[in-house]
């Protein structure tokens, strides 16, 4: 029997600090289709846990180590990625440093919360910020 199911991925709103200041939130501009920023994240691999995927993803695509806080939602509208049905594990996380591109991530940027250019971000990840805002 074949089993089909959605692709498992995860994403993270880092919250970038520096001591006690906060600095902004992280989003990469994607290499690759669809281009535009994005929440950093990615595909959790078999056997790995959402939570580990999570700090795996930001490392390689931020060079930034991530502290999960919480969880946002999940994310699993059929067409939120225009590519395949993809389900996110959202999580919200609290880091240091300076980020840096890696993996798959063209370059990666810091904007304050209120400078967050919801109209260049793909997938429904500018529906993922307005829901983080709402609660934080």
């Given at each position: 029997?074949?089993?089909?199911?959605?692709?498992?991925?995860?994403?993270?709103?880092?919250?970038?600090?520096?001591?006690?200041?906060?600095?902004?939130?992280?989003?990469?501009?994607r290499?690759?289709?669809?281009?535009?920023?994005?929440?950093?994240?990615?595909?959790v691999e078999?056997?790995?846990?959402?939570?580990?995927?999570?700090?795996?993803?930001?490392?390689?695509?931020?060079g930034?180590?991530?502290?999960?806080?919480?969880?946002?939602?999940?994310?699993?509208?059929?067409?939120?990625d225009?590519?395949?049905?993809?389900?996110?594990v959202?999580?919200?996380?609290?880091?240091?440093?300076?980020?840096?591109?890696?993996?798959?991530?063209?370059e990666?940027?810091?904007?304050?919360?209120?400078?967050?250019?919801l109209?260049?971000?793909?997938?429904?990840?500018?529906?993922?910020i307005?829901?983080?805002?709402?609660?934080?």
């Amino acid at each position: 029997m074949l089993i089909r199911t959605p692709y498992l991925a995860v994403d993270v709103i880092v919250q970038l600090w520096e001591g006690d200041r906060f600095k902004g939130i992280v989003l990469v501009e994607r290499k690759n289709p669809p281009v535009g920023l994005a929440i950093p994240g990615g595909f959790v691999e078999v056997g790995e846990s959402v939570e580990a995927a999570a700090v795996r993803e930001i490392k390689e695509e931020t060079g930034l180590d991530v502290k999960l806080r919480r969880l946002l939602g999940v994310y699993s509208e059929p067409d939120r990625d225009p590519r395949f049905h993809v389900v996110s594990v959202v999580f919200v996380g609290d880091a240091e440093g300076d980020p840096q591109a890696g993996s798959d991530a063209k370059e990666v940027k810091v904007f304050r919360i209120e400078d967050v250019p919801l109209d260049r971000l793909v997938f429904d990840h500018s529906r993922i910020i307005l829901d983080y805002l709402r609660l934080r």
